[in-house]
């Protein structure tokens, strides 16, 4: 009879199941439904005030949707060419090289300064300097050389090359500052923390891979790249700092700035800072640029004097090398240049990434290896890296996407420190990991430099207040409350990507389909033959609890930012929720087993979809009830069938 009873609630489970399913499947065949009004949502339902005030938007970065965007792109081919010259490993001393003199010599080439003229113009230095076959030419007054070359039968070969000039004067910090550590910075333009997941593979497990610490919650302050990097850098906003803007008659050049390479140049930093676009230029786009050079090496000069004086050759290559490979190995040749120096570096790399989300792969492997070889010479054993972005894609077909929407107010910022960083200040790195998913801006980057110049092996010294920190910001290193909002952290609501949160009634219709798509997404993962065997589907118990999550309604109206310099906001769009997430906890039975799960919504399509395997989670205990299944994966989700009929 116990036997009977068991075959006959088996049979009733997966009947349950079966018709979960067939639902399910047969809402994604009816007509689209309408999109559901913000209102509707979120004036109907009472808000929660006693949670975490920023929900971050919950995002795959492989969801099918935005994958539909993606293409597979090749590392950049320069092979066509051959450098006839090239710079020394430390980037001081250019010449000839063996190939060239092999295949054209004997090689004669002459060499000419680039001179700058503010941020706007660069010329040729009146003197030059010849070089015969394999003679050397060293870099004494410029970082930058344009070169043209002679070889037998009338080959020729022009090109900018970049280096790294003699005179800079630094100091040896190895014994005076041992505790200060090195800042690496690698900005990407347009790079949303989950296209970095998606474009960026090799490099993202490599950070991964050593622990760097990502920023889920990091949101933009304002539309561009000066909206991320002057708050960064300078701790003040644009519109609070003063007036640089060229089309202004009292501007004035952004040397007056107080930008934090400034500091670190006083503790004793070699400071670099350098963009790949010079047409885009941060600081020369909108706004007057620098008189004088901002950084003891900056690279402007080079790349504006590489669309001025050699003959064309390809977008991407700079003769026989990839244009983003000269970029990068800047670094290599500072750390070679001042072994014993402090080193200040930020580079800003938007040639691949700026109008297109794909073509960054083409740098992947370059940049991982980057980060290897001076993983492997010991150059980061006191050197944080950061890897950053300044807003998603802002241009590209995907920001026109709910997703790349949300993504274009969610950054890319993660940080690399050096395990002797993690062994002094355990305090601080251990605040810094549990702000992780804290919502953080620009403003609180500056303020956790900030700490950073004053290292001195005290974690004491990182605690003490530092002047010039915006009021707004709050450093990495100190405790950033869970309940801090986009108003706490001076984001204007059409920029903050926290998701409004209201509770749902567990008996409406939302929460009673959302927590049937949960139970079929449970019972398929014990759904295959074997597996079936051991474990019995579970049934729905109780709706337990329920709530909807979405974007603030001004981040759905927002269209555009309008005006020369972004200073109004086109504020007519839909606030129709096209898209949205149901959390909801239910109680399964055999077992009382208790699951939470996060489902996205498309009223359109009227259809649940589960993201991710974090996404689903059991939140009770399973031993006792699952130790038949010796998978530990598929455990959580299993109560095993000898129970059943022991219950019977």
Known sequence: MKRKQCLLLLLASSLFAYLVISLQSANAKEDPSPPLSYDDIFLQAPTNSNIQSCVPSKLDPFNPEMMSFYRSVPPVDCSMSLDWV?????GSVLAVTTEADQMFGPVSCQFRDLVRDGDFAVKLSNDSSEAVSLAGYVLNTSDHVFVECKGREENSWDNVITGIRKGVQVKDSSLTQPEKLNIMILGIDS?????????????????????????????????????ALAPLLTGLKEWELPETRRRMNNSQPC?????????????????SFNED????????????????????HYMRPYYQAQDKFPKPFSKFCYRGTPRHKIHYNHVRQLYQKYPKGKK?????????????????????????????????????????????????????????????????????????????FQTKYPAAYDKLKNNADKLTTALDIHATLKDLIELDGEEETIRKPK??????????????????????????????????????????????????????????????????????PFTLGTVARAAVMAPNKDVLKFRKSVGQDAEWVDMKGSSDLNELWV??????????????????????????????????????????????????????WCYCRDLLELDR
């Open 86 to 90: 090239t710079p020394s490993v430390d």
């Open 255 to 271: 040397d007056v700035l107080p930008f934090i390479w400034k500091e670190f140049k006083e503790a004793g930093y070699v400071t």
């Open 583 to 636: 959390q909801v906890q239910v109680v399964l039975q055999p077992g009382e087993a208790i699951f939470d799960g996060t489902l996205k919504f498309k009223p359109t399509e009227n259809k649940f979809y589960v993201e991710g395997s974090s996404s689903v989670s059991r939140i009770s205990l399973y031993k006792g009830q699952a130790d038949c299944m010796e998978d530990t994966n598929i455990r959580p």
């Open 344 to 420: 200040f570096y930020i580079s800003w790399a938007s040639a691949l990434s700026h109008g297109d989300t794909n073509s960054i792969q083409a740098a992947d492997t370059d940049i991982r290896n980057l980060l290897s070889d001076l993983e492997a010479d010991g150059s980061l054993k006191d050197t944080l890296v950061m890897v950053m972005s300044d807003h998603g894609h802002r241009f590209d077909a995907i920001r026109d996407t709910f997703q790349g929407k949300l993504e274009e107010r969610m950054p890319l910022m993660s940080f690399l420190f050096p395990p002797s």
């Open 467 to 536: 002047k010039g920190v915006h009021s707004r910001a709050l450093s990495l290193f100190g405790p950033i409350p869970a309940t801090r909002g986009c108003a706490d952290a001076g984001i204007d609501p059409h920029w903050c990507a926290c998701l409004n949160w209201a509770t749902l009634n567990t008996t409406s219709t939302l929460a009673r389909a959302a927590a049937a798509h949960l139970l079929a997404h449970i019972v398929s993962l014990t759904s295959q033959e074997n597996t079936r065997a051991v474990c019995v």
């Open 191 to 227: 790079m949303s923390r989950q296209n970095f997941a998606r474009m960026l593979k090799e490099t993202s497990s490599w950070m991964q891979e050593r622990g760097a610490v990502f920023l889920s919650n990091y949101n933009v302050l304002g539309d561009g790249t000066v909206a």
């Open 277 to 296: 676009s010079p047409g885009i230029g941060t600081f020369t786009y909108r706004l007057t640029g620098f008189t004088s050079p901002p950084t003891d």
